[in-house]
C-alpha cells in the first residue's frame, strides 16, 4: 500500500502510456485530445486564393458519379479526410450538426481516399449522413493538401474563404455567422473577380 501510495502519480502515467499504445483505445484518446484541443477556423483575409478548376470528377458511396462543376457559384465546404485519422474523426460530429443545418443550401463534400467498405462502416457505425466522394482523379490545385484533415470554405464567387489544417471547432457560433453571411451576399457584376455584395 505504501508502494502505491509513494508511486500514484508514476503508475497512472504508465497506464496512460499504456493505452495509447494499444490500438483499440489509443484512436478514441487521440480523438477526444484533438476535440478538447480544436478552436474557430481562421477566415483568410487576402483576395488572391480562388478555386480556378471546378472539374473535379468524383463518386458518392452508392456509386454515382458527380463533377465538382456542379457547385460553382454555391458556397461550398471541401473536407479531405481518413477513417484512420484522428484529428479527422474528432471534427465529423461538428460537421454533421453543420451538414444538419446547412446541408440544403451549402454544397458539403467529404472527399477520402479510404476503401469503400472503410467508408461505408464508419458513417454507418456513427449515424453520419453528410455526403462522402471518393476522387476519380487528383484534386484540383486550389484542394492540393497533404495534411489531413484539411478543410475548404469556398464562397459563391469560388474565393477560398477558410483553408485550415488540422482539426478545427467547425459547429461554433463564428462559422455559423460566416456561412450565414456568405449565403446571404450576392456575387457583384462587375469585372472585379471574387467580389462579393
Known amino acids: 500500500m505504501k508502494f502505491l501510495k509513494k508511486h500514484w502519480s508514476s503508475l497512472l502515467i504508465l497506464v496512460f502510456i499504456i493505452l495509447l499504445i494499444v490500438p483499440k ?10 476535440q478538447q484541443l480544436s ?4 477566415i483568410i483575409e487576402s483576395d488572391n486564393q480562388f478555386v ?5 470528377p468524383l463518386q458518392t458511396l452508392s456509386g454515382e458519379t458527380v463533377n465538382f462543376s456542379r457547385s460553382k457559384g454555391n458556397v461550398v ?6 477513417t ?4 479527422c474523426i474528432a471534427e465529423m460530429p461538428d460537421f454533421q450538426a453543420l451538414y444538419t443545418d446547412y446541408g440544403e443550401r451549402v454544397d458539403f463534400y467529404f472527399v477520402s481516399s479510404d476503401r469503400k467498405k472503410n467508408l461505408e462502416h464508419f458513417m454507418l457505425k ?21 495534411v489531413l484533415p484539411t478543410t475548404y ?3 459563391k464567387a469560388g474565393k477560398i474563404v477558410i483553408k485550415e489544417t488540422g482539426t478545427a471547432e467547425w459547429n461554433s457560433k463564428s462559422m455559423r455567422q460566416t456561412l450565414d453571411r456568405l449565403l446571404n451576399a450576392r456575387v457583384s457584376e462587375s469585372k472585379d473577380k471574387g467580389r462579393l455584395d
Not at 480556378?52 to 473535379?56: F, K, M, V
Open 39 to 42: 478552436f474557430d477556423p481562421d
Open 153 to 155: 470554405l469556398i464562397d
Open 84 to 87: 484512420w485519422c484522428a484529428p
Open 126 to 146: 456513427n449515424n453520419y449522413t453528410f455526403p462522402v466522394f471518393s476522387p476519380l482523379r487528383n484534386a484540383p490545385n486550389a484542394f492540393e493538401g497533404k
Open 25 to 34: 483505445t489509443r484512436l478514441p484518446i487521440q480523438v477526444f485530445i484533438n
Open 77 to 82: 465546404v471541401v473536407n479531405l479526410w481518413a
Open 52 to 56: 480556378e478548376d471546378y472539374q473535379w
